[in-house]
């Protein structure tokens, strides 16, 4: 083999790795790229999510005080179904 054959057969190796490394780098494009996007919905529907359940959360001024609490708003006024009061008031609560 002559010193040209050899730099032919190294050149032709070496385009060819080019091209395998660009297929591989374009299909991790593609996969990254799906992941973000995928990412980008389960946060969007994260917080969503918590929104609700901050809606949900026990007012707090309830003798049967837990955080599952079936607490929601009706016409902008929440209420428990079973709500009892506490007894306390709103200072003695905070304090």
Known sequence: MTEN???TYML???RREVAELKAELKL???MLARQTDL???AETESMKLRREVE???C???CKLYYPECDYRGVLG???CDKWQSDGLTR?????
């Open 39 to 41: 990412a980008r919905v």
């Open 5 to 7: 054959n050899i730099d």
């Open 59 to 61: 007012c707090g001024n």
């Open 28 to 30: 991790n494009a593609s």
């Open 12 to 14: 032709e190796d070496a």
């Open 91 to 95: 200072k003695e609560r905070e304090g």
């Open 55 to 57: 809606g949900l959360k």
């Open 77 to 79: 006024y929440y209420y």
